[in-house]
C-alpha cells in the first residue's frame, strides 16, 4: 500500500466468518476435484426462507413505477416509520412518535457502528457481553472506546450478573450492550430481566443498547425493553426484518429510542448514506404487517429445526437447552468428549470439534471461542439450514464418530 491503514483498524481483523468462509471454499474447490461433496455450512444465521409474499409484491409493483428511483430522505418514508410503529404496539405494546422515535437502518448491524460514531469518544468505556456478538466489541474499538467485558455464565442463565456489575468500577462507562434473546446462548428475554437493565442504565447514567433481532423467534412472547417504563430515558433498542422475516439481504432495520437519542443517530447516518431505496422501504412496510400467522408458520418449522439439531448435539455428546430461543443452538463441550483432539494444544474445546468434524466429516458447526472467552467450551449450529440438511450433517457427523470408535476399539 501506498499509505498505512488507520491505527485504528490495528485493534479489529477480518470477521472470523469471512476467513472461515474463504477456508471453506478453498476446501470445495479441493473436495469437488477429488469428487467429494461440498462443504455443509452450519454456521452463520442467513434465513433460507421466503418473505411474506405482500413485500416481494409491493417490491415489483413499487419498482417499476416512475418516480420512485430518485434519493430518499435520510429518516426514511412516512410509510415505513409508521409501519414500524405500528409493529412495535401491535407486538410489544410499545408506543414509539414514528416521526421522532423512529430510524430506519440499512440492517440493525449499521445501528451498532452508528451508535457507536454517535456517542463514544476516545477512552470512553462500554460494557461489552462475554460471550456476545463480535460486532459489538470491534464498533468500540473502531472509536477508539475501551471494551469493557462482563460475563454472562450458564449458572445464571446467560444472564448478567446484576451483583457483579454494581461491583465493577463503572466510571467512564457510557453505554452497555445487552442481546435477548441472546445470540450465541438462546437464553430467552424477561421483563424482569429488563426492568433491572433500566434501573441499573438509569442509576449510573449508562446508556442501554438493546439488540432485538430474534425476539419472534421460537419464543411466543416477544418483549421490547422500551415497554418498561422509563426506558426512553436510557434504552436504545436496535431491531430488523432479517431474522423474523426472512429478509437478511434486504438490509432492514431500525433503531427506536427517545427524540434525543435518535436525532443524534441521525446526526451521523446523515453524513455516511442516503435515503434507503423507495420499493425497499414499501416492501419492508407490507412485511411489517403480517400477522401472528405469519410467526406461528415460521416457527413450526424452526422447531422442526431445532430437535434436529439437537440430535447432532447428541451425537457429538454436547449438552443444550432443548427450549433455546433465537436462531441457534448453543452446545457444551465437556473433557473427555470424543470429538476432542488431544493434538490440539491450547485450542479451545469448541474450536477443537469444530475444526475436526470440519476436516473429517465436511461439516462446519461454530466454535464459541468467537464470542469470547465464555463460549470456548461452547458450538453453535445455526437453524438457518432446511431439515434434509441438517439430517444429511447428523449423517456425514454419525459416520464420522463410528469410525472414530472403531479405530479406538482396535488401539484399546
Known amino acids: 500500500m501506498i499509505i498505512a491503514p488507520a491505527k485504528r483498524t490495528e485493534s479489529v481483523q477480518e470477521y472470523y466468518f469471512s476467513r472461515k468462509l474463504k477456508e471453506m471454499e478453498r476446501m470445495n474447490s479441493e473436495r469437488e476435484a477429488s469428487g467429494q461433496d461440498r462443504i455443509i455450512n452450519l454456521g452463520i444465521g442467513a434465513p433460507d426462507g421466503m418473505p411474506p409474499a405482500a413485500a416481494i409484491e409491493a417490491l415489483k409493483e413499487s419498482a417499476s413505477m416512475p418516480g420512485n428511483h430518485a434519493y430518499q430522505s435520510y429518516t426514511g418514508i412516512p410509510q415505513l416509520r409508521q409501519a414500524f410503529a405500528d409493529w412495535y404496539a401491535k407486538y410489544y405494546g410499545v408506543v414509539l412518535d414514528p416521526a421522532r422515535e423512529i430510524q430506519p437502518l440499512v440492517g440493525s448491524k449499521e ?206 455428546g454436547a449438552e443444550y437447552d432443548r427450549n433455546s430461543s433465537g436462531m441457534f443452538l448453543w452446545g457444551r463441550i465437556s473433557p473427555g468428549n470424543g470429538f476432542l483432539d488431544a493434538a490440539a494444544g491450547d485450542a479451545s474445546f469448541g474450536e477443537q470439534v469444530s475444526d475436526r468434524i470440519l476436516y473429517n466429516a465436511g461439516v462446519f458447526i461454530t466454535p464459541g471461542f468467537i464470542f469470547g472467552k465464555n463460549g470456548r467450551d461452547y458450538i453453535r449450529i445455526s437453524l438457518c439450514a432446511k431439515p434434509e440438511i441438517l439430517e444429511l450433517a447428523a449423517g456425514k457427523i454419525g459416520d464420522m464418530k463410528k469410525q472414530h470408535d472403531a479405530v479406538s476399539q482396535m488401539k484399546g
Not at 251 to 279: E, H, Y
Not at 298 to 310: C, D, F, S, V
Open 111 to 316: 445501528g451498532i457502528l452508528l451508535i457507536s460514531l454517535a456517542f463514544l469518544d476516545k477512552g470512553d468505556r462500554v460494557l461489552v457481553p462475554d460471550p456476545g456478538y463480535p460486532t459489538y466489541s470491534s464498533a468500540t474499538a473502531l472509536t477508539e472506546a475501551e471494551l469493557v467485558p462482563y460475563d454472562l455464565l450458564m449458572e445464571n442463565g446467560w444472564q448478567p450478573d446484576f451483583d457483579a456489575l454494581e461491583r465493577m468500577d463503572l466510571s467512564g462507562v457510557k453505554i452497555m450492550w445487552t442481546n435477548y434473546p441472546n445470540m450465541p446462548t438462546g437464553a430467552p428475554a424477561t421483563m424482569e430481566l429488563y426492568e433491572r437493565l433500566v434501573d441499573f442504565g438509569r442509576r449510573h447514567g449508562i446508556l442501554v443498547c438493546n439488540d432485538n433481532p430474534y425476539s419472534f423467534i421460537l419464543n411466543d412472547n416477544p418483549l421490547s425493553i422500551l415497554s418498561v417504563p422509563g426506558a426512553k430515558e436510557c434504552c436504545v433498542e436496535l431491531n430488523s426484518l432479517s431474522k423474523a422475516h426472512n429478509m437478511s439481504g434486504w438490509r432492514i432495520g431500525m433503531a427506536a429510542a427517545d427524540a434525543g437519542i435518535i436525532s443524534q443517530i441521525l446526526k451521523v447516518k446523515s453524513q455516511m448514506d442516503s435515503g434507503m431505496f423507495k420499493p425497499l422501504q414499501l416492501a419492508a412496510a407490507a412485511a411489517l404487517a403480517q400477522g401472528p400467522e405469519w410467526f406461528a408458520n415460521l416457527n413450526a418449522e424452526y422447531r422442526r429445526r431445532r430437535e434436529l439439531a439437537g440430535r447432532i448435539f447428541d451425537i457429538i
